[in-house]
């Protein structure tokens, strides 16, 4: 194996870990695509829009880098300024959304119908949250969510791919820098969008009393936990 094939090996090696162990790069579209009833394609597509502004930022940043002669050090040092950037951000977008959601929760409530049909007499629920489902997916509100998703994984460095560019970089092989950058894309996007799918395949059916109700809390607090893994554990 050549060396361009070992880097570029490597690069895929990487992007493939290294989205796996950050849940933060698969769980928020699970959990905000199953509290706000997006279809499976619009999770998908949420998905691949984020993970690409993820990706190329940190490929933007890095050539950059080094067209301007900058070194590693500072490129890292860039990085991970992005990276506590990022993962306070998730943490902010999550807390509010989860005292949004259990704001939500607490306005909704049930209420019992009774119906006669002949000598048989029996009652049926309404909840006020699925009523007015469709309304609040019209409010401006509603097209926040995405807007803010996506900025936070702008935000969001891979630093992995920072010390990918330094070899070709080196060797002054531009050509084998954008393959690097290319790979390492290619494969992250690859992997949180199985990820993504496998877990919304997982979770749809997925139901328990009442999570109806607190589901948007519940994605709030799984996106703040993420927010917190990377600030406080440097996941």
Same mark, same amino acid.
């Given at each position: 194996m050549s060396e361009a094939q070992l880097l570029l090996v490597t690069a895929a090696s990487i992007a493939f870990v290294h989205t796996l162990l950050g849940p933060d790069h698969y769980l928020p579209f699970m959990v905000? %695509?199953?509290?706000?009833?997006?279809?499976?394609?619009?999770?998908?597509?949420?998905?691949l829009l984020c993970g690409a502004g993820h990706v190329m930022s940190s490929v933007l940043i890095g050539i950059v880098g080094l067209l301007i002669g900058a070194r590693l050090s500072a490129l890292v040092e860039i990085e991970g &300024?992005?990276?506590n950037l990022a993962g306070w951000a998730l943490?902010?977008? %999550?807390? &509010?959304?989860?005292?949004w959601g259990l704001k939500k929760a607490g306005r909704s409530h049930t209420?019992?119908?009774?119906?006669?049909?002949?000598?048989?007499?029996h009652s049926h629920?309404?909840?006020?949250?699925?009523?007015?489902?469709?309304?609040?997916t019209k409010s401006g509100r509603a097209t926040v969510t995405p807007w803010a &998703?996506?900025?936070?994984?702008?935000?969001?460095?891979?630093?992995?791919?920072i010390p990918l560019f330094m070899y070709p970089a080196a060797q002054q092989s531009y050509a084998l820098v954008l393959s690097v950058a290319l790979t390492f894309g290619l494969v992250t996007l690859a992997t949180m969008m199985a990820a993504v799918a496998l877990g919304t395949l997982g979770i749809r059916n997925f139901s328990f009393r009442g999570g109806a109700r607190y589901a948007h809390a519940l994605a709030g607090a799984s996106v703040a936990?993420? %927010?917190a893994a990377i600030s406080f554990m440097g996941l």
């Open positions: 905000m %695509g199953k509290a706000r009833r997006w279809s499976f394609l619009k999770t998908m597509r949420m998905t &300024m992005r990276g943490l902010a977008f %999550g807390l &509010m959304y989860f005292a209420h019992a119908h009774l119906h006669a049909h002949g000598d048989v007499v629920s309404h909840d006020h949250q699925h009523e007015h489902a469709h309304a609040h &998703m996506f900025i936070v994984f702008v935000l969001g460095p891979c630093e992995a791919l936990v993420c %927010g």
